[in-house]
T-cell receptor
Framework: KNEVEQSPQNLTAQEGEFITINCSYSVGISALHWLQQHPGGGIVSLFM???GKKKHGRLIATINIQEKHSSLHITASHPRDSAVYICAPMEYGNKLVFGAGTILRVKS | NAGVTQTPKFQVLKTGQSMTLQCAQDMNHEYMSWYRQDPGMGLRLIHY???????DQGEVPNGYNVSRSTTEDFPLRLLSAAPSQTSVYFC????????????FGQGTRLTVV
């Protein structure tokens, strides 16, 4: 069983739609990253959170430590949001474990 | 602020050749790590270091060596490249301690023919 499960694996949305990507994990963690990777590009950390909710512009991330679950929401999605989104819980001792990623395509 | 810098961005090697992937960070981070990213596999930890002079193996260390002589640099060495090492490699760094944000390099796309 994978330590980190992301869903969905693939997601196609129309511009303007509200998008949710879910992440469940089985390991004990100190924090969780949501990462973004554009095709052929590097990896950028969107959020690091250890409790509650964080918001950056149109992006919102939530985490429930007790239920070992996190979600990434994109409001008013735009084609430039098309990317791979990766959930990466951080174990104690700084080690990251990674989900397989969600491939998001937003059509105009 | 340069952040995490990886070189080269692209590399083609012949089977059996050796090379070093460079990773440098200017944030005085104690923790540095190397990952490989393969289609359908996600990112997997190769080696990591919690400080200068200290390194340890990750999930997929075979075929790779690392050293950490300074806080800033964490090179990854392929001693005898194999086609199975064709992948995209990412270096990352963070402060030690819980809830430390990780910063990633831009990646190195390596092809072994």
């Amino acid at each position: 069983k994978n330590e980190v499960e992301q869903s969905p694996q693939n997601l196609t949305a129309q511009e303007g739609e509200f998008i949710t990507i879910n992440c469940s994990y089985s390991v004990g963690i100190s924090a969780l990253h949501w990462l973004q990777q554009h095709p052929g590009g590097g990896i950028v950390s969107l959020f690091m959170l250890s409790s509650g909710k964080k918001k950056h512009g149109r992006l919102i991330a939530t985490i429930n430590i007790q239920e070992k679950h996190s979600s990434l929401h994109i409001t008013a999605s735009h084609p430039r949001d098309s990317a791979v989104y990766i959930c990466a819980p951080m174990e104690y001792g700084n080690k990251l474990v990674f989900g397989a990623g969600t491939i998001l395509r937003v059509k105009s | 602020n340069a952040g995490v810098t990886q070189t080269p961005k692209f590399q083609v090697l012949k089977t059996g050749q050796s090379m070093t992937l460079q990773c440098a960070q200017d944030m005085n981070h104690e923790y540095m790590s190397w990952y490989r990213q393969d289609p359908g596999m996600g990112l997997r930890l190769i080696h990591y270091s919690v400080g200068a002079g200290i390194t340890d193996q990750g999930e997929v260390p075979n075929g790779y060596n690392v050293s950490r002589s300074t806080t800033e640099d964490f090179p990854l060495r392929l001693l005898s490249a194999a086609p199975s090492q064709t992948s995209v490699y990412f270096c990352a760094s963070s402060y030690s301690g819980d809830s430390a944000e990780a910063f990633f390099g831009q990646g190195t796309r390596l092809t072994v023919v």
